[in-house]
Structure formats: C-alpha cells, structure tokens
DNA sequence: TTGAAAGCGCTAACAA
DNA sequence: TTGTTAGCGCTTTCAA
C-alpha cells in the first residue's frame, strides 16, 4: 500500500523580514536597506552591526518585495524552441547552461520559455505577465514572431543568431565567413564538384551557411560544379541526395549540421560508399556523434556555451543602460579531418 | 560599422493598474480585484462590466504584487543535471517540457536550476531567495543532498526517479519490473548468457535496473550465467567489456541505456561482429539513435514527457493541499525487435 | 453588494 | 549619519 502525503505548512521556511532585523538592532529598516545595498551614507560601525546580523541569522531579503518597489523581477527569459527533435539539440542546451551561468552572477533567474513556429503563446504569457526584466531569444528565423513581439513589447532582448530586423541585439558566428573558409580550402585541395545539404530555410542560420557556401564558390578560381538542396534536413531527403550525389559523382557532400550529416554518414554507409576514398564529407556544424565518427569528419567548430554566455552578459549589460554592439560575432574554427582527405 | 544599442525606457510595455481600472469604472480596487479572482460577493452586472473593461484594454493583474500580498511566486523550479554530456540527453528535456505544459495550465512559469553532483548552490539560492513555490528534481542520487537539502527547507517538491528517502513524493517507471520483464522474455527464448552494462551506481535508475535484471536471473528455471558491470558509460570500458563479451561467448549484451547501447553498436560494428546473427543486444531505454538502428534494438520504452507532466501535476496537486501518492508509477512497454531475434 | 484601510517586504525621497 | 514616510500593485479583513 502507497503511502499518501498531505501539505504541512509548519515546516515551511522561517521568513525574517527587514523589519525584524530593524527592531533587533534597535534601528530603521532603511539603515538596514542602506547596509545591505551599500547605497547612501551610512556609518560603518552600523554598517558592520547590521552585516554581521544579517550573516548570522541567514537573513535574505525577498526578491518578491524588492522587485515589486523597485519594479524589476530579477528573472530572464531563455527562449528556445519546443518542437520535438529541436528542443532536444545539444546546441541549445549548452547556450541555455551559458545563459544560466551568466544570469547567476548577477543573481538573476531563468525562466524558460518554450516556443514553437506558430505559437509564441508562453512567451507572451511571460511578458505580459510582466514576469521577466530581459531575455534571450535562441535562435531566429525569417519573418520572426518573436523578434516581432519582443520588438514592441520593448523589453530588453538578445537573439543568438543573426536577423534582418533594424536594433536588435544580435550573437552569432559569422557562418558566411566561417562556412566560405571551409569551402575554400576544399576548393583549393582541386575539388570541382559538391552539393550542400541544408535544413529549413526558414531558418537564418541556414542561409547565412548557404550565403557563405555560394560566395566561395563564386569567387573560385576554377569552374565549380555545385548544388544546392534546402529543407532536407529528414531521411527520406537526405537518402535521395545522397543516392544521386552517388550516381553523380559528386566529389564532397557539404550538410548544414550535424544531424543531417549524421544522415548522411549513414547512408553513405548503408550504400557501402567509402569516406573520403569514395566520397568525401564535411559538416557546417560539428557533435560527438561526428567526432568520434571513422573516419572523423571535416567540420567548422563553435562553442555554443559562449554564445549563451555572451548573449546574456551582452542583455544585462543593455539592461544596465551601458551601450551595446548590434552585432556581436564569435571564433569558430575550421577542424581538417580524415573525411575530406 | 557597427551600431550601438542603448537602452530606451520610453517604449517600455504601459502598464495598466488595478487601480486604473477601479478609477476608469468609478469604483473600488476590491470591487475590481473580487470581480477577477472571483472571491467574494458581487453583483453579476458589476463584474461583467469589470471583466469587459479588462478583456478590452487589455489588463493584466501584476504577478509581482499579487504574489507579494499572497506570499506566493507564482514560478516552479526544475532542476537537473549541469554536468555536460548529461544535460544534453533528450530525456531531461522531455521531462522539462512535460512540466513546463503542466506549469503553463496553471499560470505558473518554470525557472530552471542546473545542479552538478556536488554542488547544489544554484537550488540553494532559489530556495532562500524565495523564488519559487515548488521544484520538480529531474533525477535521483544515492544519498542525494538536492533532496536532502529540499526536505529541510519545507519546500514541496516532486522527484522523478525513486528514493529511499521517506515522505519524498516520487513519479517513476517500474524499472525493476519493465527490466525483469524483458529479461525474462529473453531467458525464455533459451538465452542463458548474458552481460548488462549499467552507468554510475550512484544514480539510482541504474540500480533499480540491476535490481530488475537480478531478479529475472535469480526466478530463471534454468541455470543462467550473466555478468554485470556498472560504472561503465565511457567507451573505453564499453569496449573492454564488449571485447570480452565476444571472446566469451556471451549471447547477449544487455545495456542500461541508449548512450552505453550507441557505444556497444559502435563496437561491435568496428570489430564486424553482426547482431544478431553473432551476438543480440538489448536496452532499457530507447532513443532515436538506437530505433533507427539496423536492425532495430530491442528496449523497453517511456514516456519522459509524461514523467514531467505527471511530476509536476501531482506537486500542484500537493501544493493545493491534496492528499497525493508517496509513489507514481508509470506505463513502460517492452519493444521486441531484430537485435534479438 | 461594495468600499476603506491595512498590510505583504522592500526602496527611496525627504527630513531631521 | 539616521529615521519618517510614502509608495510599488495587489489581497483581504472589517465596516458600511
């Protein structure tokens, strides 16, 4: 037989308020407001009385009441995607463990907001719930409603990713730099004909990936064969490229990420095609799964916990009235390996 | 160039008061607040005319002060693993969804908490901040200081996983009936050597799965022979014990989850060893990576999402001051497929 | 059925 | 240097 537990609300947390200090020390809330904030004069001999009662009766003064004089919640959002199979991407687990590390120093909250394409619903639950001082946007698409309501609602925010829209704060690689070096150097080993492999096009980091694709092989020295398939990030795509990238003698298969190259790396497989010797592969985005792949796979390398890191000091920064860069981009690297050799 | 953003208090969201209401309406806030919570007599046509007012400009209650006057946050905590390469597994994020669509139901937003094995500060300050009215723990540890620490401070909370730990309440699967369960099935089919790799003892999935692999050995008719390894979620002892398991004949390599049984697939493809001609293998929890297998393993199969709606529906449940179960458990499904035909 | 007033715990002018 | 006082926006007794 279970046993059935029943809420007890004696044990709850014993909550001493700024005024219980007051009256323990014999002096006004406000001396001890001024103590803790460090704000307007006070004498330090006061000061330290009041510090040191604080610290020893493990006074914490609540945020609720703080935030409601002073107008802040003391929270940010941390918006991603919830669709299935996108939420679940490491990519934005390690920006939202970027993001919480940042918010923690200033002794902020995240609240996490999930959203999917057409339904922005719990974002603006949170910010006409008037619940969040600021917030980071995951990633961006074209024609983005977030953006869009985040916009007018005219709370701070930082998207990571890239957008067209004017005054937006904005972290991201710069994938046409990055995935334009990548394709150059294929060019450079004597490659003369690719195909790229890319996921919705909706998605900005998908023509921003593409864009630097295209420029490379614009400005080649030689002829280029190439194509390009966008919104083929599931099996049944990917199968049929790969299939006629084969029949075709395509010389490398470029894939926008790691989960389309993932793809790729198995049908090649199934097919019984060898890499490089047969075929030659390099991702846009890199993963464990490629990594420990045989052979390794050619990828660009990003650290996706800096962006969250980076977006979320650049947000409290903007919220502290400090003037920020509209765009700010990071490393990446260009990791050579077995499967392009 | 770039461009520099500076923040703009000017187009901040206008926030509309209770008190503006009463003032437009020409009565009181009472009136107003009784007309919204719904408490209290009032006249049908006063409330109407209130609700109209609100629908039509669009007035939300502030959650900052109605939680300051009721000592309430109006936010959940959902805390889980920090530790790279754990936040990442799909199964944390369903389980977050789960408790976020649960949390959305009730007006409620859910703030995230990464913890690492030995540092649970990050919870600690939610706690003493008082941020939060209830915390869903996303897995359990032998001797783990998240519950500890929760059930000392009074605040309601929900685990999912098991305990030992009395008055805990407790949202789970039958680990130790779905894994006995499938063993079994197994054993029946003339199996009768047979290793499980496990990850950490010190998480307690890993032992209620051991204990359900135990018991299907030990209620076998016939004599069994069977190898357990725990601590072994790394590659290199994969692949030792993976190495041996060939070298001894073992029949069937049993993994506690899909991470170990990606590794044992790895493997035993690099050492052309087929499944499940030459060996079967097995796992308790399945994931993409393992279903799209060729051939598909044979798992048992959860609902991580379902755990987190679950979770978080029973800690809303006991928050309201219901009587609510010690322990939940629910539905799992056993997966027979090629692996172990 | 409605309203006045106090209070939730804190901050911040303004006075002293 | 310190205290008084008036909020922040809401809920909730207690009166009317």
Redesign the pocket.
Known sequence: MENYLIRNDDDAVS????????DA?????????????G?????????NKVLEYIEKNN?????????????KTYNIAWIMPGDPGVTDLPFFQKCMSGVICEAQERDYDVLISMVYDDDISSLKRIVTNQKIDGAVLGRTLTDDENVRFLKESGIPFVVIGSTDEKNVIQVDNDHVKACGELISILLLKGLKNLVLICGSDRHIVNLTRREGFESAIGSASKKIKSEIYMNSDNEGAVGRIVDNAIHENVECIVCADDKICAMVIDKLHKENVKIPEQIKVASFYNSEIIENNQPPITTLKYDPRELGITAASLLFSYIEGNEVPGRTYLPYEVMLKGSTQ
Chains 1, 2 share one sequence.
């Open positions: 909550k001493i308020t700024i005024q219980d200090v007051a020390l014999g002096i006004s809330k406000t001396t001890v407001s001024r103590a803790i904030s704000k307007g004069r006070i004498g330090s001999e006061t000061r006074y914490k003064p609540n945020p609720i009441a703080k935030g409601l004089a002073k107008q």
